[in-house]
C-alpha cells in the first residue's frame, strides 16, 4: 500500500504528524523525555534525529507501523518492522487462532479485514449475510467496501444505507487522513462514486434512536427477514509486524432479541 513519498526530509514529516496530532513541541518534548528546542531542531532538519528518537517520537505521536518504517527510512535507517505474508508459515499460529475466533462467534457473522478492506478471512455468518451477491464482488480480493456499498452487493438490502454508508465513508476518510495512501484513496473514491437506490418496495428504516439508541446499527434484510446488528472493530495491541498492524476484526453483535433469537436457531 503505497503512502507518503520518501523524498520528504524526515523533519517535515515528523511535524507533520505533529499537527495533525495537535500537539506543540513542548507537549510533544514533555511526552519523549526531550525539549521542544530539540524538537524544533529536529522539525526545520538542523539536527538528525537518531533511530531511537525517530521511533520515540513516532510512538508518542501515534504513527501507524508502516509509516515508521518510512520515517526511518528518510532518516537514513532501516527499516525496524517487517511485512510478513498473511500466508507464510511463520503466520500460522496466527491465523489459526483468527480462525478459531471466527468459527467461535458463529453464527454471528464476523470477518478479518488488513488496511485495504480485504477480507482475509470470515465466518459462516458473514457467507449467509452475502449470500445472493454479485459473483464478481465474492471473486478474490473480496473486498469488504465493495461488498457492502455496490448496488449489485448488499446496499439493496440494507435499510438504513445512507446512514451505514456515511458512516463508512467517513471510517475511510479518517484512515485516508492517518496513511495517506493512493490505494486507499482511489477505493474510496470508487466506492463514494457507487448510486444510492432504495431497496426493493423504496423501503426506508426509521433510523437508529427508534430501538437502538446507543450505537448505529446495521439494518438488513436476510432470508426474509429484518435483522439489526452492532458492529464492532478489534486490532491487535502492540504489533511489531505491518501485515498484523493492519488486520482489523470486525464483528456484529445482534441489536436486538429478534435477531439474536434468530440467529441462535440457526446454530441449534
Do not use: K
Amino acid at each position: 500500500m503505497t503512502t507518503v513519498a520518501l523524498d520528504t526530509g524526515v523533519g517535515p514529516l515528523l511535524r507533520s504528524w505533529r499537527e495533525r496530532s495537535r500537539i506543540s513541541q513542548l507537549e510533544l518534548a514533555l511526552r519523549a523525555d526531550s525539549s521542544a528546542r530539540h524538537i524544533s531542531f529536529i522539525e526545520t532538519g538542523r539536527a538528525r534525529p537518531s533511530e531511537e528518537m525517530v521511533l520515540r517520537l513516532a510512538e508518542h505521536l501515534g504513527v501507524p507501523v508502516r509509516e515508521r518504517n518510512a520515517l526511518l527510512v528518510v532518516a537514513g535507517y532501516a527499516p525496524r518492522y517487517t511485512e510478513t505474508a498473511l500466508d507464510d508459515p511463520a503466520m500460522g499460529a496466527l491465523r489459526e487462532g483468527m480462525d478459531r475466533l471466527l468459527q467461535g462467534y458463529d453464527p454471528y457473522p464476523a470477518l478479518v479485514v488488513d488496511g485495504m478492506y480485504n477480507v482475509v478471512a470470515a465466518n459462516q455468518g458473514i457467507a449467509r449475510m452475502t449470500a445472493g451477491v454479485a459473483e464478481h464482488l465474492l471473486a478474490p480480493p473480496l473486498n469488504a467496501m465493495r461488498l457492502t456499498l455496490h448496488p449489485e452487493g448488499l446496499a439493496p438490502r440494507i435499510r438504513n444505507l445512507r446512514e451505514w454508508r456515511a458512516d463508512l465513508l467517513a471510517q475511510m476518510e479518517r484512515q485516508i487522513a492517518l496513511v495517506r495512501s493512493a490505494e486507499l484513496r482511489e477505493l474510496y473514491e470508487e466506492v463514494a462514486g457507487y448510486p444510492v437506490e432504495p431497496g426493493p418496495g423504496g423501503e426506508e428504516w426509521d433510523g437508529p434512536s427508534s430501538s437502538v439508541p446507543f450505537a448505529l446499527p446495521l439494518v438488513i434484510e436476510q432470508d426474509g427477514r429484518l435483522l439489526s446488528f452492532v458492529a464492532s472493530i478489534a486490532t491487535f495491541n502492540t504489533p511489531m509486524d505491518v501485515t498484523v498492524a493492519e488486520l482489523a476484526i470486525e464483528t456484529f453483535l445482534p441489536a436486538d432479541p429478534g435477531t439474536a433469537s434468530y440467529l441462535r436457531s440457526l446454530a441449534s
